[in-house]
């Protein structure tokens, strides 16, 4: 997903001297571990280095990537009054940094490689602005979003404002694509991603409608979402490794493409495993058009680069189209 890079010792060197966000702030640097992956295994798309919460620091929000730790939130939202620090974004004034490395990348990249853009939802934004980082259960999320819901439906209609115009600006720097990660999204049952998310993401859809871009949405441990998920009116639904790529393809319908889903973990094991469950994965399929065959998460950082490649090979000698996203955190 946006993780390959993290694996190759040169992306490691970048990060001995810059942290993430100021990697993501320097076009140059960016751009160029935006590359790395792809010219290190000539997979078929970029994905823009960032982070999903890129746009809350680009208007503002005080914030840090920590190591280990993932986005901390300064100041968390738990009133209307912690709504101030979410104003509209300006992209070419707020996030101009990340507009000129999707131009450059787009200028790098053979016509032929897609470049893919990129948003946190607004659930997952929203759980590292009311959780003030990472959580194990979610719970003042959940605590918010039941007790007060007009509270959060404000938060989320912010947020996906924000979300909107951060992703058409990618467009027109140069994205082919864009996708959307619901990270933490999984934690919720079907009748609350109803009612409390799946509004939010579909108005981001119709107010991008109109540039004609597809747009891939993705969350982990969303088996029991799928067919939510697939009515918001997304074009392609990552799939992560917990379910079978034909059954979650099945409960979808096949007027949607889907992308996924090789567990990371296997890429750890013996080539044996990787071609045993990567031609399971391409069998699923059934040659049905419409599949991107990608990780179902991220890559895990010591993953031996020479399994990545003889992965890369081994799609390429079945004639499955591979589309790696390519950057990392």
């Known amino acids: ?59 503002g929000v005080e914030l840090d990537i920590v190591e280990g730790v993932g986005p901390v939130i300064a100041n968390p939202v738990n009133s209307y009054v912690d709504l101030n620090i979410l104003r509209e974004i300006e992209p070419n004034e707020d996030v101009p940094y990340i507009l000129d490395s999707l131009s450059r990348v787009r200028e790098s990249l053979p016509s032929n490689k897609a470049l893919i853009g990129f948003a946190g939802a607004p659930f997952t934004l929203a759980t590292y602005l009311i959780e003030g980082g990472p959580s194990r259960n979610y719970s003042k999320t959940k605590s918010l979003m039941y007790s007060d819901p007009k509270l959060w439906h404000e938060l989320m209609i912010r947020l996906s404002r924000i979300i909107a115009s951060y992703l058409r600006s990618q467009v027109t720097a140069g994205a082919d694509i864009v996708q959307i990660f619901d990270s933490w999204v999984g934690w919720l049952s079907p009748s609350d991603y109803s009612k409390y998310v799946k509004p939010y993401i579909e108005k981001i859809i119709q107010d991008i409608s109109d540039i004609d871009t597809p747009v891939i949405y993705f969350g982990t441990g969303t088996s029991t979402l799928l067919r939510l998920i697939k009515d918001t009116g997304v074009d392609v639904v990552g799939v992560d490794w917990r379910i079978p790529l034909d059954e979650a393809w099945a409960t979808l319908g096949y007027d949607v493409a889907v992308q996924g889903n090789l567990d990371p973990a296997a890429l750890l094991g013996p080539f044996s495993v990787i071609e045993s469950k990567t031609k399971s994965i391409i069998e699923c399929t059934n040659g049905r058009p419409g599949h991107i065959f990608n990780l179902g998460h991220g890559f895990i950082p010591n993953t031996p680069l020479e399994s990545i490649e003889f992965l890369v090979d081994l799609l390429r000698q079945s004639g499955a189209k591979s589309m790696q996203p390519t950057s990392q955190r």
């Open 1 to 59: 997903m946006r993780q390959a890079g993290r694996v190759l010792p040169e992306y490691r060197e970048i990060r001995k001297k810059f942290d993430l966000l100021s990697i993501t702030r320097n076009s140059d640097l960016a751009a160029e571990v935006t590359l790395q992956p792809v010219n290190k295994f000539d997979l078929d798309a970029a994905i823009i280095f960032a982070d999903i919460v890129t746009p809350l620091h680009g208007i």
